[in-house]
């Protein structure tokens, strides 16, 4: 009988096993796919691409027997076997002086690559990088962005368990709309009405009465019709709700605090991804707070621009109240607070100094909405008053009520959009580009 015993070792090599030992003029084996083929007539270039990035393989003409160029192309698997040599115009500063090719796999043969992916960017529309996705993330370039994504995601979840946060599960198919609103994707649930989650508010907050401070990153669904360079309609969502603190501004706090965890830790952990894509890591330590109407104000009459809207930001406006803290504070971070409570989902708490406001806030990052958090409500009779005054029948919510009727700690929390995020990060111009597999109102697929 044979038995699983778990990982053994592979005489393969990675190209961090390259750089961290002394190998040059020894023999070595690696297996990657072909990213490109230069033919120089007297041997030939032969790229090989695996996760770790590019390694350059020289075919000397004659010094593999058996083997002809014309045997594979880009997009074949092969594992090569060959003589590291120093090479500082190489990638990664050395290449393999092949020995022996072993072709694992090989492309359809009537396949054409559909977009130059050796290319150092791919110069073609979003639309033909979204349409052919499976092939244009294949380019360095656009592998470095989602590199950068995974480490922010790394670094949220490694930053919150240090603050002794507990990482949850919610569902995403849900019976109720914590949002508010009609964008909300319904669904046939065995004889029921459901949806799909627009936030995971109402189960991050009763998990708050569970383990005081919780978080997920995980995906949500908003039904909204638009078409612009900001909105998907399925997003992932960094959120996080902690328990105990004594104002908002606690949760401004650790976002800020967060943040500058993150920067560093790209910084850290992903230097190649940072050069390959020209990052310049922005400064978190000291992020200005400004009211919303004080903000209002403050651009109207530095930009000469009509408030049009008392009760919300017009995108315009996000990217002028970010234009003047850059200019004001040179900061690409400005936090607005006190919302207007008519633009606030029930559960915000409103400012009881003035209940036309909220102890809320939005996030803006280089003139745009990231984040969107602030304190809730954990009074059950003040947040059944709130429900009433707005037509709304508390009968429908008494799972959600359950958690208040039997005690809550003040609390408050945020939800960060990931994409948006990598987005001003990368300073893009359409969150689609630093999306995976993008789903809007014109794209299912791939």
């Known amino acids: 009988m044979d038995y699983i015993k778990g990982l053994e070792e592979k005489r393969i090599f990675e190209i961090s096993d390259v750089l961290s030992g002394d190998w040059i003029g020894k023999e070595i084996t690696i297996k990657g796919a072909v990213h490109t083929i230069r033919d120089m007539s007297q041997f030939s270039f032969i790229i090989l691409r695996n996760y770790q990035g590019l390694v350059q393989c020289v075919l000397e003409e004659g010094k593999v027997q058996d083997f002809q160029l014309k045997n594979i192309r880009e997009g074949a698997t092969v594992e090569a076997k060959g003589i590291l040599s120093a090479e500082d115009r190489a990638p990664n500063g050395f290449e393999v002086r092949l020995t022996d090719i072993r072709i694992l796999s090989v492309p359809a043969e009537d396949a054409i690559m559909p977009l130059p992916i050796s290319k150092w960017k791919l110069n073609t529309s979003l639309e033909a990088k979204l349409s052919l996705r499976p ?143 020209g990052i310049n890591i922005p400064e978190a330590s000291h992020i200005p707070a400004v009211r919303f109407d004080e903000a209002k104000v403050l651009i109207s009459e530095k930009y000469d621009r009509k408030i049009k809207d ?101 609390h408050g929390g945020l939800g960060i959009g990931l994409e948006r995020l990598t987005m001003k990060l990368l300073d893009e111009q359409n969150v689609r580009e630093t999306t995976l597999f993008p789903r809007d109102v014109s794209r299912l697929e791939p």
């Open 310 to 410: 008392p009760y919300d930001l017009e995108p315009e406006e996000e990217t002028l109240i970010g234009k003047y803290f850059k200019e004001e504070y040179n900061s690409d971070f400005v936090f607005v607070t006190h919302y207007p409570s008519k633009k606030r989902p029930f559960y915000a708490m409103d400012d009881p100094t003035d209940p036309k406001f909220t102890l809320s806030f939005d996030l803006l990052f280089k003139g745009m909405e990231i984040t969107t958090g602030g304190q809730r409500i954990h009074s059950y009779e003040a947040q059944v008053d709130k429900m009433i005054k707005r037509g709304m029948d508390p009968e429908e919510f008494s799972n959600y009520l359950m958690i208040f009727k039997h005690g809550m700690p003040p």
């Open 135 to 277: 092939i244009s993330l294949r380019n360095i370039r656009e592998r470095a962005i989602f590199k950068i994504q995974e480490g922010i995601v790394r670094a949220f979840r490694d930053f919150l368990f240090k603050q002794h946060f507990t990482e949850i599960r919610t569902p995403k198919i849900v019976a109720g709309n914590a949002e508010g609103g009609a964008n909300v994707f319904k669904l046939e649930y065995f004889g029921k009405k459901a949806f799909l989650a627009q936030s995971p508010q109402f189960y991050k907050q009763t998990m708050v009465g569970v383990y005081d401070r919780v978080f997920e990153a995980a995906p949500v669904f908003r039904a909204e019709k638009h078409n612009t360079a900001r909105h998907l309609n399925e997003y992932t969502s960094l959120d996080f709700e902690m328990g105990y603190i004594d104002g908002f501004e606690d949760i401004m706090n650790m976002e800020g605090a967060m943040l500058k965890y993150i920067f560093a830790f790209l910084k850290k952990e992903y230097p190649k991804e940072i050069k390959i894509l």
